[in-house]
C-alpha cells in the first residue's frame, strides 16, 4: 500500500467532482437528461483498481449521493453497491474489451441502477417518471469513453495503483 | 450483500419510520461544502453583476423601488385598519387570535436536487432560527416546509412534492379540505372533496391553519379543473399553486405566533360551511334526530 494516502485523494476528489456535476445548476430542460455521474467514475474505479473501490465505496458513495440529492437515504447506496458488485464480477473482462464494447457493458450496469432508482421512487412515492428518464442511461453509455480515457490519465498522472 | 441488506434497512427506516433525520442532518452538513461550491459559480455571476451594475440603473432602479414601496405602503395602511376591525369584531365573539408572524427573507441555492422530488435548498439554517416543520413563503403564497436543518442552509419540501400535504380551506365559503402534491410543480390536488361539495374553478384556497405548522389564511392555490363523475364518490379537483415555486430566488421563512387557538377558529368556521362540508357531519347526522334540521335543509341548496 505504498503512496495509498495521495491514491486515496486523488479517487476522493474524482468522487466529489462527480457529485458536484450532479447537483450543478442545469437549465431546467436539460435537468431529466443529467447523466449518472457517480455511478460511471464507480465503474471506472472498480474496473481499474478492484482491491481498493468496491462495495463498500459503493455503498458509502451512494448514502452521500443521497443526502446530496434529497432522495431516500439507501436509494442510491443500494444501486451503487449492486453495481459496484457486478463491476468487480465482470472486471477483468471489461478491461479488455474495446471501447464500444465497453460502452455496451456500462450501458447495461446504468441501466440496472437506474431501474431500481426508478422502482424505488415509483413503491415510495408513486411517480412514474416520463420518457426524459430513459435517455439518462444511453447518455451515460455514450459518455463512457470520455469518462474513462480521463480518469485513466488521471490515474496514471498520479501513479494511483 | 451486507451493503444490500443495510441500503434495504435504510430504506425501510426511513421511509417508514422516519427515525434517520439526524442521520440525515448530519450528512446535509457534511455535504454543505460540495452544495456551496456547487452553487458558487452562480453566486459568483450574481456578485459580478451586482458589483458591475452602472450607477444610473441603480438610482432608477432605487427610484423604481421607493414608488412601490409607497404604493405597498399605502395598501398596507388600508390593511392595518381591516386586520384592527377584524380583531375587534373576533373579541367580540371572544375568539380573536394574534394575526403577527415574523419573517425572514433566505435566499435559494441554485443547487439542483433530483429531478422526481420536489425540494429546494434555502442559503439559512439553524444558525438563523429556521427549525424543521418551518412554513416557508414566497412573495405570492404558500411555497412548503423545512424538512431537515443545517447551521448555514435547510431543505425545503414544497407542496407540489407527493408526499406533502397541507390543510386547506376555500377562501370563499371555508370549505376544509387537504390539498395534496402530484410530483408536478404547477399542480395540487384535491382528492377529498366529495361530488356534490361547493367548489368551483377559480376559487381560491387559503391554508387553514389546522394541521398546526402553516399560519392560516396564507393563499396557496387557484382551483383550476374539477371533474364531477356521478360514479365517483370524490370528485377530482385539481389547483395551480399561486407561489411561482420554480421561478422564485427569494423566500420567506416564518415564525408563526404561538397559541393561534385552532380549536376557536374552528367553531369559528362551522357555521359559515354547513352547506359545504359534507362528509363527516351528513353522515352524523342521520344518526341523531335533533341537530340535523338546519343541516339537512341548508345542504342541497348548493349541490343543486
Known sequence: MSGSGQG??????????????????????????????????????????????????????GIILDALTGTLLGQHALGLSIVAFIAIQLHQRIRVFPFWQQSLGILVLLLIEHILAFWLTGVTRGITPGM??????????????WVFVTLRKIRRHFKVS | ????????????????????????????????????????????????????????????????LKDRNLHLLAELQKYEALQAENMRLRDLVDSS????????VAELSSVDLDPYKQQVIIKKGAASGAFEGQPVLDAHAVM???????????????????????PVQVLRNGLRTIAVGTGRIDELKLPYLPTNSDIAEGDLLVTSGLGGKFPPGYPVATVTRIDRSPDAPFSSVLAQPRAHLDRSREVLLVWTVPNQLPAAAVDELDPLETGGTVPEEQTGDEDTDMT?????????EPGT
Open chain 2, 1 to 64: 450483500m451486507s451493503a444490500i441488506l443495510l441500503s434495504l434497512i435504510l430504506l425501510v427506516l426511513d421511509h417508514r419510520f422516519h427515525h434517520l433525520q439526524h442521520v440525515r442532518s448530519t450528512l446535509a452538513f457534511l455535504t454543505y461544502p460540495l452544495h456551496y461550491v456547487a452553487d458558487l459559480p452562480f453566486t459568483a455571476t450574481t456578485w459580478l453583476d451586482e458589483t458591475t451594475r452602472s450607477r444610473d440603473s441603480l438610482i432608477a432602479q432605487n427610484r423604481k
Open chain 1, 132 to 145: 426524459a428518464y430513459w435517455a439518462v442511461p444511453p447518455i451515460g453509455a455514450l459518455l463512457w469513453p
Open chain 1, 8 to 61: 486515496r485523494l486523488v479517487i476522493l476528489a474524482t468522487f466529489c467532482v462527480a457529485m458536484l456535476l450532479t447537483i450543478l445548476p442545469m437549465p431546467e430542460w436539460a435537468r431529466p437528461f443529467r447523466p449518472q455521474w457517480v455511478t460511471l467514475v464507480l465503474i471506472y474505479w472498480t474496473i481499474a483498481l478492484p482491491h481498493r473501490v468496491g462495495v463498500g465505496s459503493g455503498f458509502v458513495a
Open chain 2, 292 to 300: 340535523p334540521d338546519p343541516m339537512t335543509e341548508a345542504s342541497p
Open chain 2, 144 to 166: 412548503g416546509q423545512v424538512i431537515s436543518v443545517t447551521p448555514f442552509s435547510s431543505t425545503v419540501l414544497l407542496i407540489t412534492d407527493t408526499s406533502h400535504a397541507l
Open chain 2, 97 to 104: 387570535f394574534k394575526v403577527g408572524d415574523r419573517v425572514l
